[in-house]
């Protein structure tokens, strides 16, 4: 599935352990703790599980554009695979980066959400990638008018999650998650269904 011949694939495939290495200098102990250990090993058996997946379901596909789409997605997958393991050991390391771990989950989240949003356009019905639910799988058009609606809400729904990195309070922490899942998961859920009962309603 991916160029391994590339050096910056190899690089972000290796980037928790370049991360530990870099950190042993300043604290020789860091890879010694269990729980360091045991993110580096999840992430090693995690991200060889997903490249065979991707692997099998690319070769499973048979049409070429949904196999490139596949293929940018698995590239997204392994980015964010790549960055949560360095996020959890700096982390666990003690080092004091002003920071609010949950805040940066938020804005990756986000950035997945407004990174996959700008694949909705142009995608045509597929069982692999895009918005799955029964109503868009069973018409064309629920399909594309709900991955145009799909592709706003996303893009909106991201811009909320990554402004968490800027609120201070639980509260409005909290909100902007509920308004950001919501306009992501539900709003897409919610639109598809009255689509669909619309279209056969006339």
């Given at each position: 599935?991916?160029?391994?011949?590339?050096?910056k694939k190899?690089?972000l495939f290796?980037?928790?352990?370049?991360?530990?290495?870099?950190l042993?200098?300043?604290?020789?102990n860091?890879?010694?703790?269990i729980?360091?250990?045991?993110?580096?090993?999840?992430?090693?058996?995690?991200?060889?599980?997903?490249?065979?997946?991707?692997?099998?379901?690319?070769?499973?596909?048979?049409?070429?554009?949904?196999?490139?789409?596949?293929?940018?997605?698995?590239?997204?997958?392994?980015?964010?695979?790549?960055?949560?393991?360095?996020m959890l050991?700096?982390?666990?390391?003690?080092?004091?980066l002003?920071?609010?771990?949950?805040?940066?989950?938020?804005?990756?989240?986000?950035l997945?959400?407004?990174?996959?949003?700008?694949?909705?356009?142009?995608?045509?019905?597929?069982?692999?990638?895009g918005?799955?639910i029964?109503?868009?799988?069973?018409?064309d058009e629920?399909?594309?008018?709900?991955?145009?609606?799909?592709?706003?809400?996303?893009?909106?729904?991201?811009?909320?999650?990554?402004?968490?990195i800027?609120?201070?309070?639980?509260?409005g922490?909290?909100?902007?998650?509920v308004?950001?899942?919501?306009?992501?998961?539900?709003a897409?859920?919610?639109?598809?269904?009255?689509?669909s009962?619309?279209?056969?309603?006339?």
């Open positions: 599935m991916f160029n391994y011949s590339d050096r190899i690089v290796f980037l928790p352990f370049i991360v530990l290495i870099y042993y200098q300043d604290f020789p860091l890879f010694c703790t729980s360091n250990k045991l993110i580096v090993i999840n992430y090693f058996i995690t991200n060889c599980t997903l490249v065979i997946f991707f692997q099998y379901r690319i070769k499973s596909i048979s049409d070429k554009n949904h196999k490139e789409k596949l293929r940018k997605i698995g590239w997204r997958v392994l980015n964010l695979t790549s960055i949560l393991p360095c050991i700096v982390n666990s390391s003690k080092i004091n002003n920071w609010n771990f949950a805040q940066m989950i938020s804005v990756i989240c986000g997945v959400f407004l990174g996959f949003s700008f694949t909705f356009e142009n995608l045509k019905r597929n069982d692999v990638i918005i799955k029964k109503w868009t799988l069973e018409s629920v399909w594309d008018k709900t991955h145009r609606a799909g592709a706003v809400l996303w893009i909106l729904g991201g811009i909320i999650l990554i402004c968490n800027f609120v201070r309070s639980q509260t922490f909290f909100v902007n998650i308004i950001g899942l919501f306009l992501t998961i539900v897409p859920i919610l639109y598809s269904y009255n689509l009962k619309k279209i056969k309603n006339n």
